[in-house]
């Protein structure tokens, strides 16, 4: 099953078709129809927009994520795979990440730190520039798995911060 | 006359292309060092120059550079702009080690290149200076009673710097030594000094600069203004010439001012004067770049010149003065500067591979780029992908060319800029000419607004048809795999 993600909200697509230069189907049980340009390898290189107007239209894959520039605009869309979990559960997950890759400049905080939400945790360096990196949440660092001076991936996890709430009880 | 056939490009990326281009028009070798990680990627990029594998430390190692320029039989050097363009101490070494240094002699730069004795030539050039202070000597409470003399807000900057980079308003005392301290820190790792210096902070500033070349025997010239008002973190984003405000009067009267400071320090070759522009278009001397600019094409574009080819010109002694008088500018042209860096977020650097990448072409478009499809913004260096410039013959065509080749420029894969940009054009305050420094930071959620997050399904159906990776849709219905592609299936071609 796959699921379709985009602007964080959930689309079911069916009978999707190309025929006559028409490209259609089902998005969350509307039929919709678009016409289309098709090079001679059969691949969309541009679609009408609104005014009946051609827009090219480009698109390129990494992983899950399928990027497609159309109108000028860029629209990013996941199709992700099973059906347990929703977007955006990461909600008040206490995960500190890199945003990209770079060096660790400054640990702000240290495990058993009492740390707020939006309070600096980490400042790091990317691109000549310094970045601060904020907890996401209220609550207690309970783990740094990097130093001062490694040099991290993005996404890599930083530093973890357990939910204020568990300390309330 | 003096004999090159080699010349090093101590630099990378946009600037190494732009370069590599002028010298190949004048049957000189570009010899350019490349990274190990970046290797791969500047094959295709300069495949007519000759690379050489370098440490990832290169452009800013003077001495490295120099041996590499004496080991591969160079016979000048060209700097480029940011890593060392603007060190006096590597124009010496070239000028030392028998190597002709593209750029004002090592002498001028040390002059301009410094902050505080830059305002002193201004002075004397009869020209004002934004008043301000070399916090060089001075302790934390003589620091704190400079800044209230000259009064809040302020702007703390990198004394060797340029770009924005080791810049920091500051509103009140309180912020000032932590906007030293970061502003230290960038600026070594930056430009290798961490000499900051302190200036009054002038309210809705325009930021316009004059492009002067000084030919030989000390005949200097100005090239028009350019407006640099729109940034974001003190960083130029879109560039113009000529300004909104700027009138013939006004052109002239900064345009000498600019060829006076160039004047005392015996300068040479391509330099710009910028200047502050307050609301009653008063002007302030800010500082003297002794390089090439980023957005030397909005000039070149303008006044039908090639300033690089010039600069490389002036190195082999042939370069033919051009009188004052003789250059007349047409027509407006604009430079967008491309990032890999997310507006929302912000502006933070969002490195990664492009997936896709078409650059705009048309009547009017020029794009200086680095990059192809496969390549990677790495987060070691400046994150500007690309330079999108357009020339119209008024300010709304020029702005209509822009819409076309923004709106064309496709890269995918990573976060840019590209339809911020997009946003800012659209604005009715920029169409209007009404700019000033602050124009990102009061307009921010306009901008942000104005991006449209419609939800039109029939993306969908476009994204779902090009990720099958033969792009191809099927004849009848058809449904993903586990994968998330789309079966491929021969389409009838009618």
Partial sequence: MTRILWNEQEFELKNLKLENDILSGTVNGETISLPVVTDKTGRIISAANSDGLPMPVLAATKREYTFVQWKGKVEKITFSRGREG???????????????????????????????????????????????????????????????????????????????????? | MVTIDRVLIANRGEIARRIATALIEKEIIPVLPVTEKEWQQAVPVFKDCRMVKAPDSIYLDSEALVALAQAENCQAVHPGYGFLAENAEFAGACETNGLIFIGPPARAMDLMGHKERAREIAKKADVSPVPGFSIDGLNELEIKERAESIGFPVLVKASLGGGGKGMRRVESPEGLLDAIRMSKSESSAYFGSDEVFVEKYILKPRHIEIQIFSFPGGRTVYVGERECTIQRRHQKIIEESPSPVVDEKLRRKMGEAAVRIADIVGYVGAGTVEFIVDEELNFYFLEMNTRIQVEHPVTEEVFGVDLVAWQIEEALGIVEAIPQQKLKGAGHAMEFRIYAEDPAQGFMPSPGKILRYVEPAGPGIRVESAVAEGSEIFADFDPMIAKVVVKGHSREHAMERARFALENFVILGITTNREFLMQILSHPAFQAGELDTGFIDRYRDELKNAVDASIEPEILLLAASLRNPTGKVAQGSVSVDENGYYPPVTTRIP
Avoid: F, H, W
Wanted: glycine fraction near 10%; proline fraction near 5%; charge should be negative.
């Fill in chain 1, 86 to 169: 929703n977007a955006g559960e990461t909600e008040g997950d206490g995960s500190v990440t890199a945003p990209m890759p770079g060096k660790i400049l400054e640990l702000m905080a240290k495990a058993g730190d009492i740390v707020e939400k939006d309070q600096v945790l980490v400042l790091m360096e990317s691109m000549k520039l310094q970045v601060e990196i904020r907890s996401p949440i209220d609550g207690i660092v309970s783990g740094c798995p990097v130093s001062v001076g490694d040099m991290v991936d993005g996404d890599s996890l930083l530093m973890q911060v357990d939910a204020a709430k568990q300390q309330q009880q």
